[in-house]
């Protein structure tokens, strides 16, 4: 049976928006927490545990997200745990995020002149103290346009759960165009409401580069 | 835990794994070719064309930048049929790969094209170059060599994301991993291996591109 393309087929798919808006944060904040700790790993003095965190880096940055994504899923059964599409999205995500962020972070971490570091230690500041009063804050400013720059790219990472059947909004256009069967209109549809989350977030991304390139200039 | 691993199924459609993963390379680098020569016609339009050439070299960057590649695939390979253009998975697939890529390439290499400084093409102009002879000597070669590390990891991200086109049953390495998975169901080390795959590939390439930079751009331009 072929249904029209009408009003409820866009409202599904508009609905559908949540979901991947949910997962996406899900995912940054898992991904951020974790992030978090992978860029403060990188740039440890210990080098055991930078290097832990190196090839934790290279092992999420040089495969696919989507083997990333299936291993997650399939995975779950094999060590007796039944997970659904959803918390295997989640979960994958998280994970593949917060490699991204723990690369983009410690880069901005680093920025941060050696000289802060020595005069915070100087003054009788330990890790955590140097780290949250003094280099953090200082990196948060740096961090903020490519950290936004990354929320486009992960919204539209969240697009690959749709191939492990999470419901967001890619599968929802599937499911209207295997009833509808017109997908030049339902994946245009689909490719406009995804430009429209991610549109305002690179242009937000690009003016707050531009902003602190020029502070720091 | 109480599953058994069992490579065998594996083992077994080994050659048909390599198969896949030849087709992916060739699919990427393929794709990388084509979506350069796309990427170059846009930087040159975006730099140096009319207003609203540069308003559609623009709109299609962003909308390539701002929609994921899976629907971008799926507008190509169900899409184009209703308009009566027929492709193959593989030819979708490429397509959808140049698409996207040259979309972000164009973006270096623009970035590439106006770290040149303008005294250096009117000096060029000046020795009575033509301006496709400035354009090759003075400005695409310095500019590969600023946009050469950010192509290489731009093409090692192609190929990773390529791994999307297994969607559309393209024959690549994913897809092959699909098909075994569906006869054998040996999902976990199916994948397992395939992700490893992908990572030796990665890596391949990474270590090529890096022994590539220190043969053809190792020459000093710092002197100013």
């Known amino acids: 049976m072929i249904r029209a393309f009408g009003y409820n087929e866009f409202l599904f798919l508009v609905s559908a928006m949540q979901w991947t808006l949910a997962l996406s944060a899900i995912a940054f904040v898992g991904g951020a927490t974790v992030g978090l700790v992978i860029a403060l790993a990188r740039t440890s003095d210990i080098k055991a545990v930078r290097l832990a965190a190196t090839g934790y880096i290279q092992l999420f940055q040089g495969t696919p997200l989507l083997m990333q994504l299936f291993l997650v899923f399939f995975g779950a059964t094999v060590l007796g745990l039944d997970l659904n599409p959803w918390a295997a999205a989640a979960l994958g995500l998280t994970l593949n995020a917060s490699a991204f962020l723990g690369e983009i972070w410690r880069g901005c971490i680093q920025a941060v002149p050696r000289g802060q570091w020595e005069a915070a230690s100087a003054l009788g500041l330990r890790y955590p103290g140097l780290m949250r009063y003094v280099i953090l804050p200082q990196a948060v400013k740096v961090a903020v346009p490519p950290t936004v720059g990354f929320l486009v790219q992960l919204i539209k990472s969240t697009s690959l759960a749709a191939i492990i059947g999470f419901t967001e909004l890619t599968r929802a256009g599937q499911i209207v165009n295997n009833a509808t069967f017109q997908p030049f209109l339902v994946f245009g549809i689909v490719a406009v409401l995804y430009f429209l989350m991610c549109w305002p977030l690179s242009l937000l991304s690009a003016r707050l580069e531009r902003r602190y390139a020029l502070a720091t200039r | ?224």
Do not use: H
């Open chain 2, 1 to 224: 835990m109480n599953y058994t691993f069992d490579f065998k199924a594996v083992i077994d459609s080994w050659d048909y794994l390599l198969q896949g993963a030849w087709l992916t390379v060739q699919l990427s680098i393929g794709a990388m070719v084509l979506g350069l020569i796309v990427a170059i016609l846009c930087a040159l339009g975006k730099t140096s064309g009319p207003k609203p050439v540069r308003w559609v070299i623009n709109a299609y960057i962003e909308v390539v930048r701002n929609t994921p590649f899976l629907v971008q695939i799926f507008l190509i390979f169900f899409g184009l049929p209703t308009m009566g253009i027929r492709l193959s998975p593989d030819l979708a697939a490429l397509i959808a790969m140049v698409i996207n890529v040259g979309a972000y390439a164009t973006e270096i290499i623009r970035a590439g094209i106006e770290s040149i400084q303008k005294g250096q093409i009117e000096a060029g102009l000046a020795l009575g170059l033509r301006p496709l002879q400035v354009f090759r000597y003075i400005v695409i070669k310095p500019a590969l060599r600023t946009v050469y590390p950010a192509l290489t990891s731009q093409f090692i991200l192609l190929m990773l994301s390529s791994s999307v086109v297994s969607a559309i049953s393209a024959d690549e390495l994913t897809s092959v991993a699909n098909n075994i998975q569906s006869q054998t169901f040996r999902s976990f080390e199916i994948y397992i291996v395939v992700t490893g795959i992908y990572l030796a590939l990665a890596m391949m390439f990474s270590a090529l591109f890096a022994g590539i930079y220190k043969l053809a751009f190792a020459y000093d331009t710092d002197r100013r």
